[in-house]
T-cell receptor, first 113, second 115 residues
């Protein structure tokens, strides 16, 4: 079945540091790929998405490129802020029941001054 | 405002006492799902519904029931809760739209503790 693997956290960075959170996937066909973010005490919010190979999703300074050849969708940001502290989930949608999302285990990011 | 609402947000109960977590969306979405979030496991789908009176099992349905009598509502029912159902639960809805990558909209979560 489909699966998503993302790097384990927690990741601790200083403000203005460069961020990379690795995500790789296993799926048949051509899934859509997503990054969701969960701020403390809140639900999940869509951060960015890509629906086909070589698409780049971007939002709030975050970027991720859909790489079919490496089955990856790594999340990057050039300069993180304290307000970016949250849990980040990589996910895919591959036409499963109810447009099911298959999630990675989540990566906690903590940004310090 | 487009949103998914859940109630209650927090619930502490005892083993075997039936409970219902409500979920409602105001976006006229066809598809709704329930997920549970556990440390080290991410989110896993419990049940989903593709329309009124159409529901089906997700990946971890044991111990749960759902119903979809109205398009906007999708309650999660635990008829005899057990401690292994202690978790954070999310309701989600989506409009079937392959071109948009099937974006899901999530509720704020319900933290359930079963003693």
């Amino acid at each position: 079945g489909d699966s998503v693997t993302q790097m384990e956290g927690p990741v601790t960075l200083s403000e203005e540091a460069f961020l990379t959170i690795n995500c790789t996937y296993t799926a048949t066909g051509y899934p859509s790929l997503f990054w969701y973010v969960q701020y403390p005490g809140e639900g999940l919010q869509l951060l960015l998405k890509a629906t086909k190979a070589d698409d780049k999703g971007s939002n709030k300074g975050f970027e991720a490129t859909y790489r079919k050849e490496t089955t990856s969708f790594h999340l990057e940001k050039g300069s993180v802020q304290v307000s970016d502290s949250a849990v980040y989930f990589c996910a895919l949608s591959n036409g499963g029941g109810g447009n099911k999302l298959t999630f990675g285990t989540g990566t906690q990011l903590k940004v310090e001054l | 405002e487009a949103q998914v609402t859940q109630n209650p947000r927090y619930l502490i109960t005892v083993t075997g006492k039936k409970l219902t977590v409500t979920c409602s969306q105001n976006m006229n979405h066809e598809y709704m799902s329930w997920y549970r979030q556990d440390p080290g496991l991410g989110l896993r789908q419990i049940y989903y519904s593709m329309n009124v009176e159409v529901t089906d099992k997700g990946d971890v349905p044991e111990g749960y029931k759902v119903s979809r009598k109205e398009k906007r509502n999708f309650p999660l029912i635990l008829e005899s809760p057990s401690p292994n159902q202690t978790s954070l639960y999310f309701c989600a809805s989506t409009l079937y739209s392959p071109r948009d990558g099937n974006e899901q909209f999530f509720g704020p979560g319900t933290r359930l503790t079963v003693l």
